[in-house]
Each structure stands twice: as structure tokens, then as C-alpha cells.
């Protein structure tokens, strides 16, 4: 197996990657440490990762060799997690995405947010972070969907600043 890339490597994978489609990957640079899981003590084993962009995914598969990372649509999470036998083991505590959801058509947003619900155990929540000033999600898919939010931390240190959102089912 090859050694893991240097993180420079992800700056020049994600940025190739945007200057050929901007809208769908939604960001010039990858996240920061400070936006990041891995180096927070998560278990890579307890992630799944999903990546729709071929050369991104094997260029994550490489980066982080001890975490699952499929190739797929956001929209088809519960067929990607019993496949890969993720959701084998019980509903996720927790989604956290990186995706450009306000750049999506909001049926788009309704389907991953449809799907990362199906996927999250009562009481679990999709974490998104978002570039703009505004929520990530249509007040229209949240409130179709029975959502609540909360505004989280603001990430100063990340290209762009980045704010995250915390989404749960309301009570
Ligand atoms: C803003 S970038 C975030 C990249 C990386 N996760 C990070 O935080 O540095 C958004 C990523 O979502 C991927 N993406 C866009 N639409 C997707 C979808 N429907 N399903 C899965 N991934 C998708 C893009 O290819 C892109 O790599």
C-alpha cells in the first residue's frame, strides 16, 4: 500500500478538482485541523467517509488508509452504509458534512438530508459547515423535514472562515 499524501497533496487534488467543477466541489481548499475529526480523537474505523469525485476518493483512500471511504452520492447513504456494512453496525451518532449545499437545487438538499436522517439514530445530528453568512440548509427542506438547528462554532483558522450548523430531529 502507498504511504499516506502530505496534506499539500489535498490542497492541490481539491483545487484541480474545483477549477474543473466549482459548483459541486464547493471550495477552493480542503478543511482545516480545526474543522477536522481525526485529529479529535474519532476512531477511524467508526467513520465512513463518502467521496462522489473518483480521483478525491482514491486521493482520501490513500490520504487515510485506516478509515472506510466510499465512492458515491450523498443521496444514496443508506444503500452506500449497509454495503459497505457500516450501518451493520447500528445507526450513526452523527454526519458531519463538508458538502456545497447551498449551491444545490433544494430538492437535492431534501434528498441528503432525507437520507442522512434515515441513517442517524434518535437523537443523532447532521453537522454541516457552511462558508456564507447564512444557514446551509432551505428553511423550506428543514422545516419539510422536522428539523431544528443550531448555530455552532465559528472557525476562524480555515480557507474560508467556516461557521457550523447543527441539525436534530425537533421534538
Ligand atoms: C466543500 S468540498 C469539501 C471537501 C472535504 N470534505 C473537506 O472538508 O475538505 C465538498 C465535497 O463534496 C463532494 N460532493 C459534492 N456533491 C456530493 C454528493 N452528492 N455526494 C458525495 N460527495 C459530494 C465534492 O466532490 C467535494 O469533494
Redo the contacts with the bound molecule.
Keep these: 500500500m502507498s504511504a499516506p499524501k502530505p496534506r499539500g497533496a489535498s490542497w492541490w487534488a481539491?483545487f484541480r478538482?474545483w477549477l474543473r467543477n466549482p459548483l459541486?466541489?464547493?471550495?477552493i481548499a480542503?478543511?482545516s485541523r480545526e474543522?477536522a475529526l481525526l485529529a479529535k480523537g474519532i476512531r477511524g474505523n467508526g467513520l465512513l467517509v463518502?467521496?462522489?469525485?473518483e480521483e478525491?476518493h482514491e486521493h482520501l483512500r490513500r490520504r487515510f488508509p485506516a478509515v472506510r471511504v466510499a465512492l458515491?452520492?450523498?443521496?444514496d447513504l443508506q444503500a452506500i452504509g449497509q454495503r459497505c456494512g457500516f450501518l451493520a453496525e447500528g445507526p450513526a451518532d452523527a454526519i458531519i458534512s463538508?458538502?456545497?449545499l447551498l449551491a444545490m437545487p433544494l430538492d437535492t438538499q431534501r434528498a441528503?438530508l432525507s437520507e442522512a436522517f434515515a441513517c442517524l439514530r434518535p437523537g443523532g445530528r447532521f453537522i454541516q459547515f457552511t462558508y456564507g453568512p447564512q444557514p446551509p440548509v432551505a428553511e423550506s427542506v428543514q422545516q419539510a423535514l422536522g428539523l431544528a438547528v443550531h448555530r455552532g462554532d465559528f472557525v476562524l483558522r480555515n480557507v474560508p472562515p467556516a461557521t457550523v450548523y447543527v441539525y436534530e430531529r425537533a421534538v
Design positions: 481539491l478538482q459541486q466541489i464547493a471550495a480542503p478543511s474543522l463518502i467521496e462522489l469525485e478525491l458515491g452520492d450523498a443521496r463538508g458538502l456545497g441528503i
